[in-house]
C-alpha cells in the first residue's frame, strides 16, 4: 500500500491540489490588487478633498456647471447618470452642492480633471483658489500657470473682491469666503472724505425754496450697520461694512450731523434702538435727520445679526408725522444698503440707435382745494429713501472699499451738497452705479450690474448747505 505506485498516486494527486492552491493564490493576489486599483479609482488624495473642502463654499455659489459638466464627462469623471442626477436638483447652488458631494468619490485624477475643466470653461479664478489651498496644504509654491493655461499672468490675489448683500445658501455649508468680484479700479480702500462748502451767494439764492437748513448741528444721524452675524440664517460676514459705516460716518459729520452708531444689533435692537433714536428730545432743535442701515436684507426688510427680519415699513412708521412729531415738516432722509432679492442683475447689451423720449409728466391733482379750519398732514411726508439696489435684485459689496452704493454716495455727497439739492444728488448717485459693472471672469458677478433708487415725499428741495453759515 506504501510502494511506488502509491507514491505516484500521491503524486499525481498532488498535483491538482497545488494547481488548485497556486490558482486560489494567484486569484487572490489579484483581487487584491483589483481592490486596490478599485481603492485607487474610487478614492481621492486626502489634500484634494482638504483643498476641496476649504472652497466648498466659493465653488457651490460661483460655479457655472453647464460646459464644465461636458468635460468632466468626456474625462470619464462623471456618468451620465450622474450628469442628469446633478442636473435635476433645484437651482444652479444645490447642482453645486451635487458635484461636490460626487467629486471625491471620482477617483485620484478626478481633482486634476476638475482643475482642468475649470481652466477651459474660463473658470481659472476657482482653479486657482483650489491650487493655492493646496500648495499651503501641502507647503509648496503653487504652479505658475502661462496665459495658454488660462490664469492670467498678470492675476494677483491680494486684489479687493465684491460680494453681493444677499441671503446665503443653507445651514450646513458654514460661509467662510466671499463671493469673489474683482474691484473695478484701485484703491484699497475708503477715500480721505473732503466736503466743499456751500458759498454765501449760492445759499442767499436758493434757501428761501428748500427746507430750513441752519441748526448747528444740521440734525441727528443714524448709522446702524450689521457686520457679524450670528442667527440659525447662517448669515455671512458682511466683509467691508466695516469700511461703509466708517465712511458714512465721517461724511455725515462733515456735513454737520451729529452722528449716533449702533454696530451688530438683533432684529428687535434694532427696533427699539430706531424708536428710541426717534424720541430723542434734540430732534426738537434740528432742522433734519439721517437714518442710515447697512445690513443684509430682502425686499421690504432688513436682517439683524439673529437672522430674523425688521421690515422698512416698521422704520419708515417710527419716524413718521403720526409717531414722531418732533420731526414732522422736516426733511427726513434714509439710506438703505442691503439686498432688496438674490437676483443678480447681469445687464443687457445697449442697442445702437436713438435715445427713448421722456416719459410725460404725471397731473397735479387737486391743486387750489380750500384749506381746512385746522392743518393737517398726511401721515407720512417729508422723507427720501436712497436704495442700494432695484427691488428684487442683489446689492454688490467690494470687500476692501465697501459697498458700491456707499461709494458712490460718499463721492457725489462730498462733492456736490456745496451747489445740489439731495434728490438731484441721488439722481447722480444713480449715474454712477448704472456706470459700474464687476468684474470675475468665470463667475455670475462677471459683468455684472446693479441699480439704484430712490423714493421722495419731499415737498421741497432738500439743500444740505455745507459749511454756512460758517461755524
Not at 481633482?111 to 501641502?138: N, W
Not at 460676514?237 to 465712511?247: A, I, K
Request: net charge neutral.
Amino acid at each position: 500500500m506504501g510502494g511506488p505506485r502509491a507514491a505516484r498516486e500521491k503524486r499525481v494527486m498532488a498535483t491538482p491540489i497545488a494547481s488548485s492552491r497556486a490558482a486560489m493564490q494567484q486569484k487572490g493576489v489579484m483581487a487584491a490588487d483589483r481592490g486596490r486599483r478599485i481603492l485607487g479609482v474610487c478614492g481621492m488624495h486626502p489634500d484634494h478633498q482638504e483643498a476641496l473642502k476649504k472652497n466648498r463654499v466659493v465653488l457651490a455659489q460661483q460655479l457655472l456647471l453647464g460646459e464644465l459638466l461636458e468635460h468632466l464627462l468626456e474625462k470619464d469623471i462623471i456618468t451620465l447618470e450622474m450628469r442628469e442626477h446633478i442636473q435635476a436638483k433645484v437651482g444652479s447652488f444645490g447642482q453645486n452642492v451635487e458635484l461636490l458631494n460626487l467629486l471625491p468619490k471620482r477617483g485620484p485624477q478626478a481633482f486634476h480633471a476638475f482643475c482642468a475643466a475649470l481652466r477651459e470653461t474660463k473658470q481659472s479664478h476657482l482653479e486657482d483658489l483650489l491650487l493655492t489651498t493646496l500648495s499651503d496644504l501641502q507647503h509648496v509654491p503653487p504652479p505658475v500657470w502661462s496665459p495658454r493655461h488660462g490664469l492670467s499672468c498678470d492675476y494677483d490675489s491680494s486684489l479687493s473682491f465684491p460680494v453681493c448683500e444677499s441671503c446665503p445658501p443653507p445651514k450646513h455649508l458654514r460661509l467662510s469666503v466671499d463671493t469673489v468680484e474683482s474691484s473695478l479700479d484701485g484703491g484699497d480702500g475708503p477715500p480721505c472724505l473732503q466736503v466743499k462748502p456751500c458759498t454765501p451767494e449760492f445759499y442767499q439764492t436758493h434757501y428761501q425754496l428748500a427746507y430750513r437748513l441752519q441748526s448747528q448741528p444740521r440734525g441727528l444721524a443714524l448709522v446702524l450697520s450689521n457686520v457679524h452675524f450670528t442667527g440659525e440664517k447662517d448669515l455671512e460676514f458682511r466683509s467691508g461694512g466695516d469700511v461703509d459705516h466708517s465712511t458714512l460716518i465721517a461724511l455725515f459729520k462733515l456735513l454737520g450731523y451729529k452722528v449716533h452708531i449702533l454696530l451688530d444689533q438683533t432684529a428687535q435692537d434694532m427696533q427699539e434702538k430706531l424708536q428710541d433714536f426717534a424720541q430723542l428730545p434734540a430732534h426738537r432743535v434740528m432742522d433734519s435727520c439721517i437714518v442710515a442701515l447697512l445690513s443684509h436684507g430682502v425686499d421690504g426688510g432688513v436682517y439683524g445679526v439673529d437672522g430674523k427680519l425688521l421690515q422698512l415699513q416698521e422704520v419708515f412708521r417710527i419716524f413718521d408725522n403720526a409717531n414722531c412729531p418732533s420731526l414732522q415738516n422736516k426733511p427726513k432722509m434714509f439710506f438703505i444698503q442691503a439686498c432688496r432679492g438674490d437676483e443678480t442683475d447681469r445687464g443687457v447689451d445697449q442697442q445702437d440707435g436713438k435715445h427713448h423720449a421722456p416719459s410725460p409728466g404725471c397731473e397735479e391733482s387737486d391743486a387750489g382745494r380750500e384749506d381746512l379750519l385746522k392743518m393737517r398732514l398726511p401721515t407720512r411726508s417729508d422723507m427720501i429713501c436712497g436704495y442700494a439696489c432695484l427691488k428684487g435684485t442683489a446689492a454688490m459689496r467690494n470687500t476692501k472699499r465697501g459697498s458700491w452704493y456707499i461709494e458712490a454716495l460718499s463721492q457725489v455727497f462730498s462733492q456736490r451738497a456745496c451747489d445740489m439739492h439731495v434728490a438731484d444728488m441721488l439722481v447722480k448717485v444713480n449715474a454712477l452705479i448704472k456706470e459700474r459693472e464687476g468684474y470675475a471672469p468665470g463667475t455670475e458677478f462677471h459683468r455684472c450690474k446693479e441699480m439704484s433708487e430712490y423714493c421722495s415725499t419731499l415737498c421741497r428741495h432738500l439743500y444740505l448747505f455745507p459749511g454756512h453759515p460758517p461755524t
